[in-house]
């Protein structure tokens, strides 16, 4: 059942077509005219989890669980060794109920023996899954993701939440590698942000409307529920971000994601202060419909026009594009308050 689903997911997020912002057009950045800085000095690199990265970017988590899913992991763990950025898999519950497709999930270590890998389990996992789930991997990270939206809208979804915040609470203190809460597409609040908080969550990616759309993915699988009004539900991505950013937290490490597709959002997200960026919907358009090749030059890509805006803007180093003036127009304004 889990293996198929993983299937389905990937197919309908290929026919999916429901179109929302995530919001980022209504973050304006300037352009400065003069520098004083050669583009090779001009360094993309950040630190994560201990390690130097080449730019503050991940894959973040898709799948596992199948043949395919083999495929696919085996082509984004090379990107990400290749390219020298962290991947996260996509959820391991079904590695964790059916040893056999553990494979599917192993190829990623195998392909990145010393990158950055991140294991992903849901939020109501126990705390036994969780170091299960690292295990395999030697992760380096654990994802746990709040998919609320998409498993109401399941048929076969989880429907009894009760212990959510014990769980989150228990992996978080009983593993010794940071813990990422991370949304699917819907997005994390401010209050939300403030109550992971609380319960000792220190890495929190906001995963907001206007990139995958997992109320679309599930409802492509069932036809007996017309869920399309649900397909606009959620916080855009750059209004989650801002949210969780002001609670003002310096312990914080805050990711953009949903709909991240440019460089130009990546720079976007680091001005108005957001630690790291992530995606997956667009690499994995890439690597289905175009191949490795393209998939690869896709990330590549994205680092050399993010190291291009970051001459753009005057910055030599990444820390320095917190210090860029940006203004919030539109919507997105009258959103944040
Ligand atoms: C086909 C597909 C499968 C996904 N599977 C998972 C998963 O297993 N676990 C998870 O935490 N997120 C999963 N996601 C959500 C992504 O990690 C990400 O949070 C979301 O798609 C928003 O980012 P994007 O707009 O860049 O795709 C999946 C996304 C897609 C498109």
Redesign the pocket.
Known sequence: MRQSRKQE??EN?LLSSHKSSNLFDEIFIGHKSITDKKFEDVDTSIEFLGKRISFPFMI?????GNDYANEINKDLARIANELNIPM?V??QKVALEEKETRESFEIVREMNPDGLIIS?LGALCTLEEAKEAVEMLNSNAI?L?L?LAQELVMPEGDRDFTEMKESIESVVNGLDIPVIL????TGISKDVGNDLYNLGVRYI?C?GK???N?VE?EDLRDPGLDASELYDWGIPSALSLLEVLSLKKDDLFVIS?????TSTEIAKSLVVGANLC?????I?NYLIRGGYNLALDYVKNLRHKFQIIMMLLDVSKVEDLKKVDYKVVGRLRELIG
């Open positions: 997911h990937l997020y973040n988590a898709v799948t596992g996260a996509g959820s992903n994802q993701h998919n991370k949304e699917v597409g990616d995963a206007g990139g995958s997992f993915i994601s949903g709909g991240i597709r992530a995606g997956s919907g667009e994995i």
